[in-house]
């Protein structure tokens, strides 16, 4: 029997779903993370994966410097903690992280198919192997 195609909404939504869980277990110790912005620590499905830049950039929605774990009430009620957000990428990564991030969330691009697909099962099996 032959499977389904998802639709491409459907592979967006399946990709932001299992990236989030990657984002907010990469750094989990026996299920606690701390909040990239305000160290505020929790299990990790109670925290968010937030975006430094905005998802609705597809050119950095699912980049892993750009997206970091974050508590609700910095990634929602605090709207990111942008400077914050910068100011640790740039203290974590190197001097102008924020910056090159800003530049490539401005790049257009259209990722294929094929390629959401390719990126659901490396973020599944690396979910898969940290769980």
Not at 8 to 35: M, P, Q, W
Not at 81 to 89: A, R, S
Request: aromatic letters at 10%; hydrophobic letters at 30%; glycine letters at 4%.
């Amino acid at each position: 029997m032959k499977r389904k195609k998802l639709s491409r909404g459907k592979l967006v939504k399946k990709l932001d779903a299992i990236f989030s869980r990657y984002i907010r277990l990469r750094h989990a110790t026996n299920e606690i993370v701390e909040c990239f912005t305000c160290g505020k620590k929790d299990n990790w499905k109670k925290l968010q994966c937030g975006h430094f830049q905005s998802r609705r950039f597809y050119s950095t929605r699912w980049d892993e410097t750009n997206c970091q774990v974050q508590c609700k009430s910095c990634n929602i009620y605090k709207e990111g903690e942008q400077f914050k957000f910068g100011t640790n990428l740039n203290k974590q990564f190197g001097k102008k992280t924020s910056e090159r991030l800003e530049v490539k969330a401005r790049e257009i691009v259209k990722i294929p198919t094929y390629e959401l697909e390719d990126m659901i099962k490396k973020y599944q099996e690396l979910v898969k192997d940290l769980e």
